[in-house]
């Protein structure tokens, strides 16, 4: 189990190092071009799941509710049965 955490650690490390060379060597406009696209997908993305949040059809989104839990009508014993303090030795 340890030596499959080193490898995916390392192939962790290698991706990011390359990742860091490959976006390093972009320009400003293009790091800036880059982020807009990713706001503007997140941006849209929301949208479309606020939209169908608020759709009447049967396409909507279906929220189930949770039902409460049965209540147990077992009498519920707080003290354990071997207790030392509850003995009559203890005296």
Same mark, same amino acid.
Do not use: Y
């Given at each position: 189990m340890k030596?499959i955490?080193?490898?995916i650690?390392? %192939?962790?490390?290698? &991706? %990011?190092?390359?990742l860091?060379?490959?976006?390093?060597? !972009?320009?400003?406009?293009?790091?800036l071009?880059?982020?807009?696209i990713v706001? !503007?997908f997140y941006?849209?993305m929301t949208?479309?799941?606020?939209l169908k +949040? &608020?759709?009447?059809? $049967?396409?909507?989104?279906a929220?189930?509710?949770i $039902?409460?839990a049965? !209540?147990i009508? +077992?009498?519920i014993?707080?003290?354990? $049965? %071997?207790?030392t303090?509850?003995?009559e030795? &203890?005296?």
């Open positions: 030596n955490l080193i490898k650690d390392r %192939k962790r490390n290698c &991706f %990011k190092d390359k860091k060379q490959k976006l390093g060597n !972009l320009s400003p406009t293009a790091k071009n880059g982020i807009l706001m !503007l941006a849209v949208l479309i799941m606020l +949040a &608020f759709d009447k059809n $049967e396409r909507a989104i929220i189930k509710h $039902e409460p049965p !209540l009508d +077992a009498p014993k707080l003290v354990p $049965e %071997k207790d303090l509850l003995t030795n &203890f005296k």
